[in-house]
């Protein structure tokens, strides 16, 4: 070792100051397998350009997405008891939704935002999926009815967008008393006479499923998004047969009827717009 590299290196790294490069500048696509760089992805709204897979999205990102550019404002939603039954497993309930506060800067597992997407009024409420898996809890059926109340008095249509793992375990019952309560509250909006349009996102399961998500007046999913009510594994376990290929996938369920349609996310706005106009109560008197 010479004094170039012992003296005069270190003190050159220490003049000019030694960068570290972020370890988030690339992402692998699950499907596959291309390095993607950040700017890329986001720019196209985190779907990979060689294979088109959807990659999951945050809640805030589907609102930058799916609204007009700075035109929507976030609402804050009814607070709800933290912990209804003091639950624990290997942590205390209340120990969970701090961390995944701390992680997400979020509530809870919903955002609900009014403004305009392609300059008409819309309420939407996104589950985020990174909260906890989506985890329907009092809050998110507090939210989805929030976004209801919002849509009437607004005389709005409202548009939901998916994404949970279903019940949230650490509510017991009052978690699964969400899945009536959300039920109720879309068809407070329907009864008004606006459009209840929903998108499931990769992945939809369990009780979300089996309530609000599968009640849309039109329904859309991104491609390739899982959307079942129980696992695969469960259903062959059960019926004790093979399941078909490409089964609870977006794909499948619109060649059998459960979707109206499958559409790219970079084209999700422009088809909402689109409905929206077609859905909505003017253009029907126009008509």
Same mark, same amino acid.
């Given at each position: 070792?010479?004094?170039?590299?012992?003296?005069?290196?270190?003190?050159?790294?220490?003049?000019?100051?030694?960068?570290?490069?972020?370890?988030?500048?690339?992402?692998?696509?699950?499907?596959?397998?291309?390095?993607?760089?950040?700017?890329?992805?986001?720019?196209?709204?985190?779907v990979?350009?060689?294979?088109?897979?959807?990659?999951?999205?945050?809640?805030?990102?589907?609102?930058?997405?799916?609204?007009?550019?700075?035109?929507?404002?976030?609402?804050?939603?009814?607070?709800?008891?933290?912990d209804?039954?003091?639950?624990?497993?290997?942590?205390?309930?209340?120990d969970?939704?701090?961390?995944?506060?701390?992680?997400?800067?979020?509530?809870?597992?919903v955002?609900?935002?009014?403004?305009?997407?392609?300059?008409?009024? @819309? %309420?939407?409420?996104?589950?985020?999926?990174e909260?906890?898996?989506? =985890?329907? $809890? +009092?809050?998110?059926? *507090? &939210?989805? #009815?929030?976004?209801?109340?919002? @849509? %009437?008095?607004?005389?709005?249509?409202?548009?939901?967008?998916?994404? =949970?793992? $279903? +019940?949230?375990?650490? *509510? &017991?019952? #009052?978690?699964?008393?969400?899945?009536?309560?959300?039920?109720?509250?879309?068809?407070?909006?329907?009864?008004?006479?606006?459009?209840?349009?929903?998108?499931?996102?990769?992945?939809t399961?369990?009780?979300?499923?089996?309530?609000?998500?599968?009640l849309?007046?039109?329904?859309?999913?991104?491609?390739?998004?899982m959307?079942?009510f129980?696992?695969?594994?469960?259903?062959?376990?059960?019926?004790?047969?093979?399941?078909?290929?490409?089964?609870?996938?977006?794909?499948?369920?619109?060649?059998?009827?459960?979707?109206?349609?499958?559409?790219?996310?970079?084209?999700?706005?422009?088809?909402?717009?689109?409905?929206?106009?077609?859905?909505?109560?003017?253009?029907?008197?126009?008509?």
């Amino acid at each position: 070792m010479s004094w170039l590299t012992e003296v005069v290196r270190p003190k050159i790294r220490n003049l000019l100051g030694r960068r570290e490069t972020p370890d988030n500048l690339w992402h692998q696509c699950p499907a596959c397998q291309q390095m993607l760089f950040h700017r890329d992805l986001e720019r196209n709204q985190k779907v990979c350009p060689h294979c088109g897979h959807h990659l999951r999205a945050e809640a805030l990102e589907r609102l930058r997405w799916t609204f007009d550019e700075k035109s929507f404002t976030r609402i804050e939603l009814p607070k709800v008891p933290l912990d209804p039954l003091r639950f624990r497993d290997q942590k205390k309930y209340t120990d969970r939704l701090k961390e995944a506060r701390d992680k997400t800067k979020l509530d809870d597992a919903v955002v609900v935002a009014h403004g305009t997407i392609g300059g008409q009024r @819309a %309420v939407v409420a996104v589950l985020a999926f990174e909260f906890m898996g989506g =985890s329907m $809890g +009092a809050a998110v059926g *507090e &939210g989805i #009815v929030a976004a209801a109340r919002l @849509a %009437v008095l607004q005389k709005a249509p409202l548009i939901v967008f998916t994404s =949970s793992g $279903g +019940a949230r375990m650490q *509510e &017991g019952p #009052v978690s699964l008393m969400q899945m009536p309560r959300t039920t109720i509250a879309t068809q407070l909006v329907k009864e008004a006479g606006l459009p209840f349009i929903v998108v499931l996102a990769d992945p939809t399961t369990g009780g979300v499923t089996a309530s609000f998500a599968m009640l849309g007046d039109i329904q859309i999913a991104e491609p390739g998004a899982m959307i079942a009510f129980a696992g695969a594994r469960v259903i062959e376990q059960t019926v004790r047969e093979k399941l078909p290929e490409g089964f609870q996938r977006a794909e499948y369920l619109l060649d059998h009827g459960i979707l109206d349609m499958v559409v790219r996310r970079t084209e999700m706005r422009e088809t909402l717009a689109r409905l929206i106009g077609l859905l909505s109560p003017k253009a029907a008197i126009a008509a």
